[in-house]
């Protein structure tokens, strides 16, 4: 009676077992590690990537956020919107107080502006 054999079906990073273990598997039919394909992916992504124009890393087009005629990074989105007295985000986060400050310095203004038309024709 023939014997049939398995053969192991190994990782092509790191030559880690992954017959009975979670793995991916490239288009060529080769077999990755989780770990290893997950790191691969990244790699290409970001090798693919573009280029954020204030630090000049490369990211996936998806992680950029236009910004004028450049486009730049998550971090570098932070840190120019952080203390310019602009939003604290894009997302709109933080801008109730702004609004509320908004509205007061309007009625203020508003306040004023009934006043001097009040003083100059009745007063």
């Known amino acids: 009676m023939p014997t049939t054999t398995l053969s192991a079906k190994k990782c092509v990073n790191c030559h880690k077992d992954v017959t009975n273990s979670k793995r991916m598997k490239d288009h060529s039919g080769r077999y990755w590690?989780?770990?290893?394909?997950t790191a691969d992916q990244k790699k290409k992504a970001a090798a693919h990537g573009e280029v954020c124009a204030s630090c000049g890393d490369?990211?996936?087009a998806a992680?950029?956020?236009?910004?004028?005629?450049?486009?730049i990074c998550p971090a570098c989105l932070k840190r120019k919107?952080?203390?310019s007295g602009g939003p604290a985000s894009l997302?709109?986060?933080g801008g109730v107080g702004t609004n509320k400050r908004m509205l007061i310095t309007l009625l203020i203004v508003m306040a004023l502006m009934a006043?001097?038309?009040w003083y100059?024709?009745?007063g």
Request: glycine share 18%; charged share 25%; net charge positive.
């Open 33 to 37: 590690c989780v770990e290893c394909g």
């Open 58 to 60: 490369r990211f996936p």
């Open 63 to 71: 992680k950029l956020t236009k910004m004028g005629a450049s486009k």
């Open 115 to 117: 006043a001097g038309f």
């Open 91 to 93: 997302k709109g986060s």
């Open 81 to 83: 919107t952080k203390g």
């Open 120 to 122: 100059a024709n009745w």
